[in-house]
T-cell receptor, first 109, second 113 residues
Framework: GQNIDQPTEMTATEGAIVQINCTYQ??????LFWYQQHAGEAPTFLSY??LDGLEEKGRFSSFLSRSKGYSYLLLKELQMKDSASYLC??????????WGAGTKLIIKP | IAGITQAPTSQILAAGRRMTLRCTQD?????MYWYRQDLGLGLRLIHY???????GKGEVPDGYSVSRANTDDFPLTLASAVPSQTSVYFC????????????FGPGTRLTVL
């Protein structure tokens, strides 16, 4: 079966750095996405990785290792507005997204 | 219209009733999707459409039907609602080329009693 694993909840301090991990087992791989979802709102696109390595976009970076079935999202200089759920999703061999349950990130002052 | 709209925002429905959730996008995206999101679970694909006139079944299609008469609209119908269909429903769309990131509507919160 297909599976995306990520921690249920994480807590971090404002101004700090946090790394959210995602491991996956899917039938085929055509890219990995990270989305942000604030409570009561729709998911919004953050990043996309299809090749191994680090993609940096401002305070957010995403890393991919296809051989390990592993990705992480790195958030730097945390702000209170970063409190949200972060969803990992993999595009499988049918080009459909398989979604993890999301990691709820709590930022404390 | 800017992006994707969904209607209604929320709905309480008696079991056994028929309900259509509406979704409209103005980005001229070829592909559209319907997901349900339940607490503790990832988004689960109900139905999708790669282009107008075609539809396909996702992971959890039972009890739901869709149509794609044109590029912009992708309604989701519950023929006879059951309490297990209580969920938040998101419609999304994506373009055909490039990264194909999906853009989501604001969601419909549906409660079936």
């Amino acid at each position: 079966g297909q599976n995306i694993d990520q921690p249920t909840e994480m807590t971090a301090t404002e101004g700090a750095i946090v790394q959210i991990n995602c491991t996956y087992q899917t039938s085929g791989f055509n890219g990995l996405f990270w989305y942000q979802q604030h409570a009561g709102e729709a998911p919004t696109f953050l990043s996309y990785n299809v090749l191994d390595g680090l993609e940096e976009k401002g305070r957010f970076s995403s890393f991919l290792s296809r051989s390990k079935g592993y990705s992480y999202l790195l958030l730097k200089e945390l702000q209170m507005k970063d409190s949200a759920s972060y969803l990992c999703a993999v595009k499988d061999s049918n080009y459909q997204l398989i979604w993890g349950a999301g990691t709820k990130l709590i930022i404390k002052p | 219209i800017a992006g994707i709209t969904q209607a209604p925002t929320s709905q309480i429905l008696a079991a056994g009733r028929r309900m259509t959730l509406r979704c409209t996008q103005d980005m001229r995206h070829n592909a559209m999707y319907w997901y349900r999101q339940d607490l503790g679970l990832g988004l689960r694909l109900i139905h999708y459409s790669n282009t107008a006139g075609t539809t396909g079944k996702g992971e959890v299609p039972d009890g739901y039907s869709v149509s794609r008469a044109n590029t912009d609209d992708f309604p989701l119908t519950l023929a006879s609602a059951v309490p297990s269909q209580t969920s938040v429903y998101f419609c999304a769309s994506s373009d055909s080329g490039g990264v194909n990131e999906q853009f989501f509507g604001p969601g419909t919160r549906l409660t079936v009693l």
